[in-house]
């Protein structure tokens, strides 16, 4: 059965929280991390990460996707102390904001995740799909929140070193579903769901093109479904070698084309190309 067009919840805090999922919705990226692959460093500072948070907003973010641990490739793990030193004064100050968007938090560890929540964070993003931390699915369970599972092959610090599939697709749709079956199976409200095929996490340029022509093949039916492919290294490449700085453009279109094919929410570093993308997406969907 097809998800209604609202996914609706409650923070435990009393909060009540809503996305309207009538159009693709756009996520916005704060990393507060001295060394991510595409700002490393530039907000780390929490009045610029507030800044950052601010602008997403004025631009049209409908969710704020705030992370404090680098998972480029190649990269190790952060402690989980130093991770929440980095969250918290951000989550506090958004916190304080009129009206915040939801606040998604970028993070496989329970501890962490659940301070954040009680924080002001509403919605849990895990790379690891519920397999980096055993408590984290049940955590999601007890408090309630949205939790996105993504697909990724092997871990950060190896993920690039030579991915391999048979049928990337189909390998991708059958770990989402098997992850979202386990959530449940744990408690985690099925509505509450939402699957990302993991761009850029254990796969080549070709595994990532395979999965945005593919996309409506990739996530399986009846889950809200997420892209995150702003500024990686494949774009780069198809461009001919520029930066990550130099990416936003190719980013919107890359996100338009994932909405044409059932992509329900967008994450991106610039908010305004992509918002704008959409809104083309979305006309063109709404065509007779």
Known sequence: MAAPNAMEWTHPSGRR??????????????????????????????????DLARRHIREGADILDLGAETTRPGSLPTPADEEWRRLEPVLDGLRRLETPPPISVDTYKAAV????????????????????????LPLA??????????????????????????????????????????????GVDPRLVILDPGIGFGKNRDHNLSLIKRFDEAVPKGYRSLIALSRKAFLGQILGGVPAEQRDRASALAAAVCALKG??????????????????????????
Not at 18 to 26: E, M, N, Q, Y
Not at 114 to 136: Q, T
Not at 153 to 168: N, S
Request: aromatic fraction near 4%; glycine fraction near 6%.
């Open 113 to 136: 995740a659940e301070k954040a929540v009680a924080a002001g964070a509403s919605i849990i993003n895990d790379i690891y799909a519920g397999r980096g931390d055993p408590e984290l």
């Open 263 to 288: 992509a329900e929410i967008v994450r991106a570093h610039e908010v305004a190309p992509a918002v704008e993308a959409l809104k083309v997406a979305s006309a063109i969907m709404a065509a007779a």
């Open 17 to 50: 929280l809503s996305l309207d999922f009538s159009r693709p919705l756009v996520m916005g990226i704060i990393n507060v991390t001295p060394d991510s692959f595409s700002d490393g460093g530039r907000y780390l500072q929490p009045e610029k990460a507030l």
């Open 141 to 186: 369970a007890r408090l309630k929140v949205p939790v996105i599972l993504m697909h990724m092959l092997g871990e950060p610090r190896t993920m690039q070193a030579d991915p391999r599939y048979e049928d990337v697709v189909g390998e991708v749709r059958e770990f989402l579903a098997e992850r979202a079956r386990e959530a449940e199976r744990l």
